[in-house]
């Protein structure tokens, strides 16, 4: 069992910056692929950024390239999310998710994550 918690979450003004930490118990948090993802009130879970076990391998939704970035630190057990140039429509609950695999992959679709956080609000204001 994996356990996940992510901070850093927030209200932040049109065009600001926020860093979101997930914290993972995982023993072997280097076999574990990891994503974030958010959901706005009334839509379906999505996806936002994924990273592969290593960090070689990133995937970006298109809403969010070339503004979020994914890092993850294997020594600590932790996946960063910085998020740069918030939009109103960037609010959501952050949810960061874990997947056991071998595989050198970043995956993208909710069906593929095992394990889940509870989530932490981020707020952009206009």
């Known amino acids: 069992q994996v356990q996940i918690v992510e901070s850093g979450g927030g209200l932040v003004q049109a065009g600001g910056s926020l860093r979101l930490s997930c914290a993972a118990s995982?023993?072997?948090?280097?076999?574990?692929?990891m994503g974030w993802f958010r959901q706005a009130p009334g839509k379906e879970r999505e996806i936002v950024a994924a990273?592969?076990?290593?960090?070689?391998?990133?995937y970006f939704a298109d809403s969010v390239k070339g503004r979020f970035t994914i890092s993850r630190d294997n020594a600590n057990n932790m996946v960063f999310l910085q998020m740069n140039s918030l939009k109103p429509e960037d609010t959501a609950v952050y949810y960061c998710?874990?997947?056991?695999?071998?595989?050198?992959?970043?995956?993208?679709?909710?069906?593929?994550?095992?394990?889940w956080g509870q989530g932490t609000q981020v707020t952009v204001s206009s």
């Open positions: 995982a023993r072997t948090f280097r076999n574990y692929a």
């Open positions: 998710a874990a997947r056991f695999t071998s595989s050198g992959s970043a995956y993208y679709t909710l069906a593929e994550y095992n394990y």
């Open positions: 990273i592969s076990r290593s960090g070689g391998a990133t």
